[in-house]
């Protein structure tokens, strides 16, 4: 690998997001390309976050400043990956359901993904059953994502795939569900194909089910 990958990789390990838009251009500057350099650079650096928060070495506020470095360098490399069409391993829309304003996991779970190579719609948070329709039509994802943090918005998560197979476009898409009260016993009641309980297992399982894992 060369060093300047290296480096972003290391740099988003450490949560340093100041030295990330001088690597980036660094690496753009010597030739890389902006997908080897999500590729080669930042994803390593987050595959080994997600490992380590999985393992219980690093915590949710050091995952923070990781996603933030990584974003740093999405900033600069996004438009790039558009100008040139980029294949990315998928597309994602996520949200924090109707009634529910808990927004850090689900914003946690959009740069894990975003770190493995998924082009991620956030929806923000307290976003209605409709809205989630509307998006599945302008973006025509692979995956939904919903996050509920309170048991009584966890109900918005099936009304939201009622909303879409009354849309005719459930089966279009693959739904993930998460959040701290949400079970894998809840996902299958509510007919949502996934659940993961964190933002690492969240992006593996992504991975997973748009068969790029
Ligand atoms: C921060 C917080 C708030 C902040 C939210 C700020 C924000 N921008 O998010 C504020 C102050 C606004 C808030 C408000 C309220 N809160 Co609050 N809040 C919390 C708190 C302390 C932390 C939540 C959090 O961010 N955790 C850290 C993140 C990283 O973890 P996480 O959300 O679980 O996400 C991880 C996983 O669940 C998963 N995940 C999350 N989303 C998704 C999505 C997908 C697709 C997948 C696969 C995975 C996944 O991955 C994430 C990363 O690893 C919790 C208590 C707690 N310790 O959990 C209470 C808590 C959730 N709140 C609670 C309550 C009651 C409220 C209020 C009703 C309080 C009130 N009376 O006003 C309001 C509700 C407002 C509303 N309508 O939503 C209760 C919920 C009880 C319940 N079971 O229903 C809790 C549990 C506190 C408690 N013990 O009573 N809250």
Do not use: W
């Not at 993930?176 to 593996?204: C, H, K, L, R, W």
Request: hydrophobic share 45%; aromatic share 4%; glycine share 10%.
């Amino acid at each position: 690998m060369s060093e300047v990958l290296s480096k972003l990789a290391t740099s988003i390990i450490e949560g340093d997001r100041d030295v990330m838009p001088g690597l980036t251009q660094q690496a753009l500057d010597e030739g890389l390309g902006a997908k080897q350099i999500l590729d080669d650079g930042l994803m390593p650096g987050m595959d080994h976050v997600g490992k380590e928060f999985r393992a219980g070495n690093m915590f949710v506020p050091e995952v923070l400043r990781s996603a933030r470095a990584m974003q740093a360098s999405m900033d600069m490399l996004r438009p790039l990956l558009a100008e040139t069409d980029t294949k990315m391993v998928g597309k994602i829309i996520l949200g924090t359901v109707k009634g529910d304003l808990h927004d850090i996991g689900k914003s946690l779970v959009a740069m894990m993904c975003e770190g493995a190579g998924f082009d991620v719609h956030d929806l923000g948070k307290d976003v209605a059953p409709e809205a989630f329709v509307e998006a599945v039509k302008e973006y025509e994802p692979d995956l939904v994502g919903m996050s509920a943090l309170l048991t009584t918005t966890m109900r918005a998560m099936e009304q939201t795939i009622k909303a879409l197979e009354e849309a005719g476009v459930r089966d279009t898409v693959k739904i993930m569900i998460g959040g701290a009260p949400v079970t894998q016993e809840f996902a299958d009641q509510i007919g949502a194909d996934a659940y993961a309980s964190n933002a690492a297992a969240a992006s593996e399982m992504a991975r997973k089910l748009v068969g790029a894992a």
